[in-house]
Structure formats: C-alpha cells, structure tokens
C-alpha cells in the first residue's frame, strides 16, 4: 500500500531542507513520484508606488525572489536526483493561495512546513498551512520548524474520538505506518461530546492490526482544547513517536475556515511530523 504521489510544499523558510529531506525519503520508500512546489509571498507592486523610486524597488525585488526561487530549485533535484519514480518541480507564480491548493489536490500526500512566525515568508505561510489543511481534501504531514527528521512512521501516536476527521486521518496515514508500532489516545473535548454516531475505538485497533500495526490504547480524560492538545503531545513524547495522526478539524468557509483549538495546540507546539486530514 503506497500514496501514488507525493507534492511538498518549498518556501524560502529555514525548515524547507528538513521539509524536503523528508518528502524525498517518503517517495523513495512509496516509490512514487515527488512533486516540487514553490508557493510564498509575492507583494502588491501598488504597495511600491507608495514609494520614492517605485520602480527599482519592484525590479530589486523582483530578483531577490528570483534568486531565491532558483536556489531552492537547484536544492530540490540536488536531493531527489536518486529518486527512480520521477521527479516533477512547480511555480506558484500568481495568487499563490489558490495556486497551491490547486495543485495540491492531485497529491496522494502533501508534505508542509509548520508555520514559523519568524519565517521569511511571513504570515502568507500561515495562510497556506490553513488552506492545505482545511481546504485540499488531501492529507497533510506537517513537518515542525526545528529538529531532524530523516524517517518517520515507525513508533505512532493517533489521536481517536470517533469521528470523521479521525477516521479519514486513520485510512491516510496506513501507506506510512504500515508494520508499525503504535499507541491509540482516545480523548474527547470537555465542549464536544462523543456522538452516538461515533466509531469505538476498537474498530480503529482492528483497521491498523490488519495492517500489520502493534497497537495498545490508552484512554484520556476529557478536557478543553489546550489540555487536550498539550496530552497528546506529552503522551507522544512518552511514547517516543516519531509521528502523531489525527484530524484536523475547523470551522467555516472557504477563507473564513478556523482552524480548531487542538488542531492549532498541536500545530504551535509540535516537535514531531504531524499527518492531519480534514
């Protein structure tokens, strides 16, 4: 069981190599193809006519993006020159929000960054996050903004209530944690009682024991958004995983959509890669 491909999403960010170290090793082990693309900020050219000189600042401009869109290509098929399945670099040229979301949704996988408020990209990174979470229909590893992360999906949190969210994130992430070892906190928000739909738990333990999984369930009490948030994490870290799964979960519509508070604990303090599908 393999994605059928792989898109990560690059920025002039600090993380992008560790972001790209990672989708490269996921589609060597998938065998599918990786897909490049470059999507940041891109300012209003009105905004340089506020300006003495408007005309050489937009042009400085132009070329400094340039410059750094070129080294981050060079960068992309410097690590995925030994990638067999083929390799495919994109531009998000113009209205890069709606860009990357459309390219997003041929993607088996998305591969982002966490949003790092002191990015180069500033908060357009944000913005791209939310949509590709909320908006791509597609799953979403996050990779967090500091550490290594040269594998993962070998020791795994998942994050169970029932729900569609978490059920969806479950049947995602089976390509990446096939044979793993894994522990499975069932934990509800104090504000979000479990639904008389809801999925048991155990229907979760059979999906991944059919995939080979080694799994052991942990139960949480429920809580508000933060603690629950802030449990996951700390039990991950008990547990040693290298990667948590959950849903990703939000209100609204279209560029209205916010994203919900576990969902935005879990993405402010993550340390390991983090797969959310919505």
């Given at each position: ?93 113009h209205d890069v929000l709606s860009t990357v979301l459309r390219e997003s949704r041929e993607a088996g996988l998305v591969v982002a960054g966490q949003y790092d408020a002191n990015g180069e990209e500033g908060p357009v990174a944000g913005q791209i996050l939310e949509v590709l979470l909320l908006e791509s229909g597609r799953p979403v590893l996050v990779v967090p903004c500091d550490g290594g992360f040269p594998a993962t999906g070998s020791r795994v949190m998942v994050a169970w209530n029932g729900s ?115």
């Amino acid at each position: 069981m393999s994605y059928s491909s792989i898109l990560v999403h690059l920025d002039r960010n600090r993380h992008t190599a560790s972001r790209l170290a990672l989708a490269s090793q996921l589609a060597s082990s998938h065998g599918c193809p990786l897909i490049g693309l470059i999507g940041g900020f891109i300012p209003d050219p009105a905004w340089f006519y506020l300006m003495d000189n408007a005309a050489l600042y937009i042009e400085a401009d132009r070329q400094r993006r340039q410059l750094a869109k070129e080294s981050i290509r060079d960068q992309f098929h410097e690590a995925t020159k030994h990638l067999s399945a083929g390799v495919e670099w994109r531009s998000a040229e113009h209205d890069v929000l709606s860009t990357v979301l459309r390219e997003s949704r041929e993607a088996g996988l998305v591969v982002a960054g966490q949003y790092d408020a002191n990015g180069e990209e500033g908060p357009v990174a944000g913005q791209i996050l939310e949509v590709l979470l909320l908006e791509s229909g597609r799953p979403v590893l996050v990779v967090p903004c500091d550490g290594g992360f040269p594998a993962t999906g070998s020791r795994v949190m998942v994050a169970w209530n029932g729900s569609r969210e978490a059920t969806r994130a479950l049947h995602d992430a089976l390509p990446m944690i096939g044979g793993a070892t894994a522990r499975v906190l069932c934990a509800q928000t104090a504000a979000q009682e479990a639904r008389p739909d809801a999925t048991p738990v155990a229907h979760a333990v059979r999906v991944l024991e059919r995939h080979g999984v080694t799994v052991e369930v942990e139960h949480g009490s429920s809580g508000s958004d933060l603690t629950i948030g802030e449990l996951l994490l700390s039990r991950a870290a008990d547990f040693d995983a290298d990667l948590i799964v959950m849903g990703a979960y939000g209100h609204g519509r279209m560029r209205e959509l916010v994203l919900g508070g576990v969902t935005r604990t879990l993405l402010s303090l993550m340390t390991v890669p983090v797969l959310f599908s919505h």
